[in-house]
T-cell receptor
């Protein structure tokens, strides 16, 4: 199993540009989530999904969109990038449709917005 | 808002010593989880303790939970240089356990 994969590893955007961060898992996990990690802030939940077709907002959803058309994929879209979105983004998944079983994390995408 | 808060922020010990990290939280929880993050990498799940449990072991890890004090501790015994990493607690609360709230982490350095 590849586990949770994320692409790209690094990305530089200009303010106002849009892009999609890709996340995929091959463990048939129902639950998937996106976090951002900023220095000194820990991880903050952006959006999550408990199954295909179902998404919900986390703590910091503004400026981000998600969709879940398949169990495997959970892309995160930045609509109009802002410097405040400079961060490291992590995708995670877990089985059982919830977080009670611990989460598997991807390696992260380091995003810089100029 | 950050629900889990780790203490200390940084900890430096000699190889072979024990390392203890603490986590405090604010509201009632379903469970509390500990994760490790090596520099530049994703997080790795270490151990989960449910709200009705008081202590749990996994290898060299021992986790305790005191719901009356809203706190948890992670003990790593006989530390190794490879244990050098940041450690985060995360609390699951609310109906459905759909969201984890992470603390800011404890940075552990184990000196060979």
């Amino acid at each position: 199993n590849a586990g949770v994969t994320q692409t790209p590893k690094f990305q530089v955007l200009k303010t106002g540009q849009s892009m999609t961060l890709q996340c995929a898992q091959d463990m048939n996990h129902e639950y998937m989530s996106w976090y951002r990690q900023d220095p000194g802030m820990g991880l903050r939940l952006i959006h999550y999904s408990v199954g295909a077709g179902i998404t919900d907002q986390g703590e910091v959803p503004n400026g981000y969109n998600v969709s879940r058309s398949t169990t495997e994929d959970f892309p995160l879209r930045l609509l109009s990038a802002a410097p405040s979105q400079t961060s490291v983004y992590f995708c995670a998944s877990s089985y059982g449709g919830r977080t009670d079983n611990g989460q598997f994390f991807g390696p992260g995408t380091r995003l810089t917005v100029l | 808002s950050q629900q889990g808060e780790e203490d200390p922020q940084a900890l430096s010990i000699q190889e072979g010593e024990n390392a203890t990290m603490n986590c405090s939280y604010k509201t009632s929880i379903n469970n509390l989880q500990w994760y490790r993050q090596n520099s530049g990498r994703g997080l790795v799940h270490l151990i989960l303790i449910r709200s009705n449990e008081r202590e749990k072991h996994s290898g060299r890890l021992r986790v305790t939970l005191d719901t009356s004090k809203k706190s948890s501790s992670l003990l790593i015994t006989a530390s190794r240089a490879a244990d050098t990493a940041s450690y985060f607690c995360a609390v699951s609360s609310g109906a459905g356990s759909y969201q984890l709230t992470f603390g800011k982490g404890t940075k552990l350095s184990v000196i060979p």
